[in-house]
Nanobody
């Protein structure tokens, strides 16, 4: 049973990336999924969350630029990140919550993290 986060990389300011959070051993549609990020020397912060009813929340700094979505057939949650800024640079983690709501109240599984670097 695990979550796997992928899709990070190096991108220029203004560019886009799509992160994926794929589950194995359990069915994601029964969980809310959250994306967190942690920059060097900083705490891990909640970026976005999607509930089992597909309602979504975003931290103010990414509203209008990031979009979270599900593909239940692929057992995957995505984070589409557009208009990336240098300050978006961080390791991004996904986490599941069987309670199913946003914001999350517990963390059943964590992905291993994927590095996003925004730099010219």
């Amino acid at each position: 049973v695990q979550l796997q986060a992928s899709g990070g990389g190096l991108v220029q300011p203004g560019g886009s990336l799509r992160l994926s959070c794929t589950a194995s051993g359990f069915t994601l549609r029964y969980y809310s999924i959250s994306w967190f990020r942690q920059a060097p020397g900083e705490e891990r912060d909640l970026v976005s969350c999607i509930s089992t009813s597909n309602s979504s929340t975003y931290v103010d700094s990414v509203k209008g630029r990031f979009t979270i979505s599900r593909d239940n057939a692929k057992n995957t949650v995505y984070l589409q990140m557009n208009s990336l800024k240098v300050e978006d640079t961080a390791i991004y983690y996904c986490a599941s919550d069987v309670v199913g709501k946003c914001p999350p109240v517990r963390f059943d599984y964590w992905g291993q993290g994927t590095l996003v670097t925004v730099s010219s």
